[in-house]
């Protein structure tokens, strides 16, 4: 039944983007995939989040009535000593993990588009490793989670020194800002392995370039946000 | 090829034979059906916040009343703003977003069905949260603004306030995917020939809102953020022992707080402006001005926000700037009511109900727009801050413009929702019992304010000089009570009674009124082919359309390989006798909502000390919501 | 015909505009009215009010009669016109456009003029007042005179007056209506504002509220203004500086009140109503002149009885030597003079019967209502932290009957003492 004409409706269909990991292409305005649009305006929003947490931290800089302080030492009523409680060498090397990590997201966004296409048989081992979509999601991941480590002994050592979340202003404005930032780090990671999950055992390709691409975003802007993070909260005293 | 043959037998009957039920509603991802949840919903939540608005009156109609304590009192008006701002008028512009915008741009659907339903789910859960505390007088009593320190746990030790931080977080959520969904659909499933300059205007001032709730609920998401840690973990953003400002709360409230009055009303100026054409039988005047005042209201919207704090103290420079802002938004705002007032200039202006309502929008609206001004000025505010001023502008803001304009909005398009008309003369005796009740109510409060009576008090002496205005707003608000159950008469009757109403019951221009009420699941049997802004009346009657900018050469020509010309569409098949995909029923939605309200309302428990049972309902909730998700998105959608 | 009723509807809003607007100068009818030019910063506000209110009318009337104009001109009639097909007009919408901007300059020059002259820093010589919030009452300290009070509060016609406003607990807001715009009382910071009432201005007595919501008795949140002469100031100055005028806890000598009036040493005399005020206790704004919207009528709620045969027989002495103790009200009242009342929780005490209201304003300052105050405040000011100290009364904070406390007479007691402390 109606199966005249009912094909150019159905082709045509204007219907629903989807939002899981479908394959066929349906119309829509800009060409794009809908799901690349929305992490624009998701990241868009993301970035207020990320401001205001931000802004808090700046109002509240140097307003807390007791210590342990950031970039300054501070004695307590018992005389007892707090250093400065910021280590920035260590922080240093975290950021660096999180960089390089952003890095090897784009590797593994590269790796997938070529997925498919012949290798030359004289191919060195980085062209080789080059090709390896699951390598790559593995070192975004593990570099990601290391980072994460960084931050857990970091968060260790500063309740070892002294300073909670429940402390002082800086604490508090601290702890929250880094932590939804780690909270970030850590769905980031959870869609990595996501994705590597799905690589090893369907394989990504070519016509999944787009799902590694929004994972891709997603994972740049949180590396950005750090490095945002870092400077303001870790670099100027 | 552009039209269809009838199927041999009615496929219409047994389509929505399958598609009725219960389990059909909770496993919807259809917009309409989203759309129409949102309505029901949202229209109670309405009623709740009307009836709380009814005590309210109710104990100050006269001096030392006494009807009811001063603290259920003071829940009673917390409870009134947070429900009609986030429960009521804001899920009610939802239901017109989900009903219209795919049917204004062509489209069969919104981007993401499920996470359509998603929204409405967190929404309704999250509403429920928030509005059964009051049944057991355990209700927020921070005001709807929840000014710090007062609802830190030093000062609010009840339950109370934890249920307002957590259902505003929750939903936040709902707002912000339901965002998330409209940019993503307006931007990207619009039809062939639909430009941006060509969308309805209800859609525009949409596509300006969802933008307004992208970037104002990340504000208030972290202040509440603060709040929920300083009451259930002990942190000290808002304490005043560690030397917290509580300005921080103020700033980072009314960075969303501002942005928030233009989120309630521009949905509404939107369907004024697809009413006001159509009951004039003339395009809206001025398109291309009305889209810009439209985006240059939610530009400076974000630049004003610090006009609810000239009383803090920031200082002159502060004051003055943050004033000329305010002033500035005046402008776009005043740009819209001119363009109205020319659109049923030298038209033919019929006074059918939706009609009526549109015009007391821009009549009541002004009132609100003048008072507004009036306290732009920042000495003059002092006089009027926290006043019943206040009181009154607001109100001829949201209710003399958001309601006004959703109720337009709702007699206009209920023919298309649910293919029958509303009762005209019980449409009339509403409009008529709302417009002198709200005159009745607020109008007086002007004076009251002026004359020194402060917000939010329980009760006040007599002899005052408010004793007058008092008892005239509180009769005002029985009379808004009274027509509006007249309204909820007509509304569910007419479901049933009303009169039968065709594709295009008005004779509007845009692309909703081409296809059969209620539209078919798929909408849009063939995609169409935009050529102008109103396709429909370019069908019917091109000479209204002359003057405006067209593609009409193109329409001969289509430009997209499926898309055929808009033409009406009659006939109503099953999406499946035309072979269009649709997006599968599903729980899915439903099931992650419910994680993810079980999930913070474990928090509670945690100041009771009962760290296990908290921790088991939040991890329950954690996963009931990650595992709802994947389950989601690993499942095909259509 | 619905359509007529919509254009009487415009015409009868503003003659409701016109004819309140012109009431507003009748300040009997509005005791609160913020249209007055009693202070200079209520002048400068009432003049941009004004040229707010002309502008706002003629917005008003123009665009609400285009609208109704349009309307009535363009509705659909059988056999009328047909819809002019017009979609734009670039040189009308620029023009207005470009109207309201020019209206909008034309307040904003005046607007920054006034907010900068408004917080300008106060003159110099200005009276220094401290305000400082409680959760739900008003402290007032003169810190070049030493007055602590409480609620009430005197300023001189004639001088400016520069506030210093603090809170202890939440957000709160100062305003006198008719004196001028109002600020808020944030936690953690000091904020300021001044004003100087008009030399003419008489000794009159004004109301005063918080604006700021701030909790349960945000409503009950009152404050009573007394603008009085020079002289009158100082003599209420003088007299409040000084320690409480009877005080039987005092250390023997010297005398602690140079002031005190003998009579009132003497037990068991404390006349319970409201005595006239003493010449020699200062000058208090007389009782008689209160009009009568500054008179408390919050009614006393039901089911709080208190035998009022009671306060003929009380005992001052035993008031302030057992009962003040006894009732805890040492714990959180301060009466200068008195050792080991120190406490600033609650308002200062030392000339509390000086004062026309209690409970910032809720309620008159008579024996009947202080002894059921005493008795179980919680019942007559919601959320409030005193206790309720009646033996017997059910606590509605606690929610629970107090089994300690005193008992009728002893509030007796403690009602002659307070009574005493003129």
Known sequence: MASHAAAAPHTAGADAGHDDGHEHHHYTTTGLDNRKIAIWAFLGSECMLFASLISTYLIYKGKSLVGPFPHTEWVNEAGKRFEPILDIPVTSASTAVLLASSFAMVLALQAVQLKGKPIAATAGWWERIQRSSQFWLAATAFLGATFLGFQAYEFTSFVHEGLTIKTNLFGSTFFTLTGFHGAHVTVGVLWLMTLLWIDRTRGLGPKDELIVDICALYWHFVDVVWIVIFTLVYLIS | MATIAAPTHAGHAEASSQNTGIWSWIATTDHKRIGTLYLWTALFFFLVGGLEAVLIRTQLMKPNMGFVSAETYNQLFTMHGTTMVFLAIMPLSAAFFNFLIPLQIGARDVAFPRLNAFSYWVYLLGGIFLTVPILFDVAPNGGWFGYAPLTTVQFSPGHNIDFWVIGLQVLGVSSLAAAFNFITTIINMRAPGMTLMRMPMFTWMSFVVQFLLVLAFPPITVALVFLLMDRFFGTTFYAIAAGADPLLWQHLFWVFGHPEVYILILPAFGLVSEVLPTFSKKPLFGYNVMVYSGIMIGFLGFGVWAHHMFAVGMGAVADSIFSMMTMLIAIPTGVKIFNWIATMWAGEVRFEVPMKFAIALIGMFTIGGISGVMHSSPPADLQQTDTYFIVAHFHYVLFGGSIMGIFAGIYHYYPKMTGRFMDTGLGNLHFWGNLIGMNLTFFPMHFSGLYGMPRRIYQYDSGQGWDLFNLMSTYGTYLIALSTLVFVWNFVRSRTRGAVAGNDPWGAGTLEWSIPSPPPEYNFAQLPEVTSRYPLWDLKDPSKTAGIAHSHADAMTITDAHAVPVHEETERFTAKELGIPMPLPTAKPLFTAVGLMTMFSGLLFLRNDLFAVAMTITIGGACMFIGGLYAWLTSPLE | ?422
């Not at chain 3, 123009?62 to 059988?78: D, G, N, S, W």
């Not at chain 3, 309201?100 to 907010?115: C, D, E, F, G, R």
């Not at chain 3, 600033?344 to 004062?355: C, K, Q």
């Not at chain 3, 509605?396 to 003129?422: E, N």
């Open chain 3, 1 to 422: 015909m619905p359509k007529l009723r919509l254009r009487e509807a415009g015409p009868a809003l503003l003659f409701m505009v016109v004819l309140l607007t012109l009431t507003a100068c009748g300040d009997t009818v509005y005791p609160n009215t913020t249209f007055t030019r009693f202070t200079d910063l209520n002048s400068s506000i009432l003049s941009l009010w004004d040229r707010l209110l002309f502008w706002g009318t003629i917005v008003f009337v123009v665009v609400e009669a285009a609208l109704i104009f349009t309307i009535i001109r363009y509705r659909k009639r059988p056999g009328g016109p047909e819809a002019k097909q017009i979609h734009g007009n670039a040189i009308l919408e620029i023009t207005w456009t470009a109207i309201p901007a020019i209206i909008l300059v034309l307040i904003a020059v005046p607007t920054v003029k006034t907010i900068f002259q408004t917080q300008a820093p106060a003159p110099a010589g200005a009276l220094k007042v401290q305000v400082i919030g409680h959760q739900w009452w008003w402290e007032f300290r003169y810190p070049e005179l030493g007055i602590v009070t409480a609620n009430e509060l005197y300023v001189p016609v004639g001088r400016t007056v520069s506030f210093e406003l603090t809170t202890k607990d939440v957000l709160h807001s100062f305003w006198f209506p008719a004196m001028g715009g109002k600020r808020d009382l944030i936690t953690n910071r000091t904020n300021y504002m001044w004003f100087t009432p008009n030399a003419d201005l008489g000794t009159q007595a004004w109301n005063g509220f918080c604006t700021e919501y701030c909790g349960s008795s945000h409503a009950n949140m009152r404050i009573r203004l007394y603008t009085v002469q020079p002289d009158e100031f100082e003599s209420w100055a003088k007299h409040q500086a000084s320690p409480a005028v009877f005080n039987p806890l005092a250390p023997a000598a010297p005398p602690a009140t140079p002031v005190a009036n003998a009579s009132n040493r003497r037990p068991a005399v404390p006349a319970v109503d409201t005595a006239p005020a003493q010449p020699s206790t200062g000058y208090v704004f007389p009782i008689e002149k209160l009009p009568a919207h500054v008179v408390p009528q919050t009614p006393i709620p039901a089911g709080l009885d208190f035998d009022d045969a009671l306060l003929a027989g009380g005992d001052a002495t035993r008031g302030a030597t057992q009962g003040f103790m006894l009732g805890g009200c040492i714990g959180c009242h301060a009466i200068n003079g008195v050792p080991g009342a120190v406490s600033n929780i609650g308002p200062n005490l030392t000339h509390v019967a000086s004062r026309h209201t209690i409970a910032s304003g809720l309620y008159k300052f008579d024996g009947p209502t202080l002894a059921r105050w005493i008795k179980n405040a919680r019942h007559m000011k919601p959320g409030v932290i005193m206790n309720t100290i009646g033996r017997g009364e059910y606590d509605p904070g606690m929610k629970m009957t107090v089994t300690a406390g005193l008992d009728d007479r002893q509030i007796a007691d403690v009602v002659a003492y307070l009574m005493s402390l003129k």
